[in-house]
């Protein structure tokens, strides 16, 4: 079946008792045998089963097929969260004294994750430039146990040459994990360019309707873990070949850490899904006709959009998305008063944390997502003081173009 279809009917068959087309909501913690020794062999791996929805249910596992298949993987461990998602896969593959390299310019809450958090537990984190791919190459030493890399960076829009980065990673030995939460399955499949594990937030336009947080990670069958310089994870693959990574990550990492979504959440991301490529196509078209009109208005000091085709990227965006620039977006009003005018001016749009969603949203980066980190820190990170954050929604484009040409002219009407 075709992506579009698999969006709809992947991962489940109807329900055979009832009839039911729609995944049920499997609300429970645990699951009864009738027998102390079938429940013995399941814990024991011996025979297929649930145990407890911390490590598996059934409709988180509808999802996690549907989503395997979306990515073309070998399966897929979904999570109660984007930041649980990237957190497991680090946890799973690096331990104290190990390194990893990340792009410059990715999401705020990961950048923090790998420095701070991971830090404490002496995981050193380095940060690399992605529009010069050698200097993946320069980073890697004997201690980089994986490179980590966004499809379009989250916010400074860069675009990795993700098959360049690939055969870097491979060349060492390293599995290359690549966050397609702002592309979605439905401008990329990273696995066609070598990543080896993709991870999701699927609170964004996954869900697409800024109802649940969620995550997942997909294993995309590249990487030889018979090969690979994880002990742990070597080990498993004697047993059970290259489902070892996912089956460390459910059976130890995702189990202890305890980063499984409820049920009902997953039921949400089934139903996003399921409209997905449809709303890729219009958040494309909105974004690309705002970045436009943008461009053309000159009170706006700067537009950066992907899709545009004198974009520093445009090579990469064609090569891999075939040309479709996403439905993010920033600019800029030349300071930081003008950008809070303009967003206190909006009427649709709305000023929140999220992106992805139906509805049109803006936010100001360095006051928010960003307000931890250092002037030159965020400067680093592509994130400057005038920098507004568009998530163009799917409304009608007439009505979100009007309401940013009046809050651009309110802006500069109370500034003067
Ligand atoms: C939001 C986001 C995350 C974190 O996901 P949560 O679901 O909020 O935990 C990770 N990566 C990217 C690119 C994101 O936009």
């Avoid at 009832?18 to 045998?33: E, L």
């Avoid at 937030?201 to 990487?223: E, Q, R, V």
Wanted: hydrophobic share 40%.
């Amino acid at each position: 079946m075709k992506a579009d279809t698999l969006a709809i009917h992947g991962g489940f068959a109807g329900d055979n008792e009832t009839g039911a087309t729609a995944v049920p909501i499997w609300q429970t913690v645990s699951y009864a045998y009738k027998t102390a020794q079938e429940l013995a062999d399941i814990f024991g791996g011996k025979a297929p089963g649930y145990i407890y929805t911390r490590i598996a249910n059934p409709t988180t596992a509808a999802l996690e097929a549907r989503l395997t298949q979306l990515e073309d993987g070998i399966g897929c461990i979904a999570t109660s969260s984007g930041m649980a998602a990237i957190a497991s896969v680090v946890m799973s593959l690096a331990r104290a004294g190990d390194e990893i390299i990340a792009a410059t310019g990715i999401f705020g809450g990961t950048v923090s994750l790998f420095e701070n958090t991971l830090g404490r537990f002496d995981v050193k984190t380095t940060l690399v430039d992605v529009a010069d791919t050698n200097n993946f190459e320069n980073a890697i030493n004997n201690k980089t146990k994986l490179i980590f890399i966004e499809t379009i960076g989250n916010p400074r829009m860069d675009v990795p040459d993700i098959p360049a980065i690939a055969e870097i990673a491979h060349k060492a030995n390293i599995p290359l994990v690549v966050d397609n939460t702002v592309t979605t399955p439905f401008l990329i499949r990273p696995v066609d360019f070598g990543a080896d594990i993709v991870v999701h937030s699927t609170s964004k336009f996954i869900n697409g309707h800024g109802t649940a947080i969620g995550g997942a990670i997909i294993d995309t069958g590249n990487y030889d873990w018979r090969k690979g310089a994880f002990d742990d994870i070597k080990k498993l693959s004697e047993r059970v070949g290259q489902l070892a990574f996912l089956a460390y990550l459910r059976n130890v990492i995702y189990r202890d850490l305890g980063g499984c979504p409820a049920p009902m959440n997953s039921f949400l991301m089934l139903q996003g899904l399921e409209t997905l490529p449809g709303r890729m196509v219009k958040h494309g078209e909105n974004a690309r006709k705002l970045a436009q009109f943008l461009k053309a208005q000159p009170k706006v000091s700067w537009v950066n959009y992907p899709g545009f085709t004198d974009s520093k990227f445009s090579d990469r965006v064609a090569k891999l998305f075939d040309g479709r620039g996403g439905g993010l977006l920033t600019f800029g009003l030349g300071d930081k008063k003008r950008a809070f005018r303009f967003i206190d001016s909006l009427k649709l749009a709305k000023n929140l944390a999220n992106l992805g969603d139906a509805k049109t949203l803006v936010i100001h980066p360095a006051s928010t997502i960003f307000h931890e980190f250092s002037p030159d820190e965020q400067k680093s990170m592509g994130v400057s003081d005038d920098m507004i954050r568009v998530s163009v929604g799917i409304e009608d484009f007439e009505d979100i173009r009007a309401d940013f040409q009046q809050a651009i002219e309110r802006t500069f009407k109370e500034t003067k």
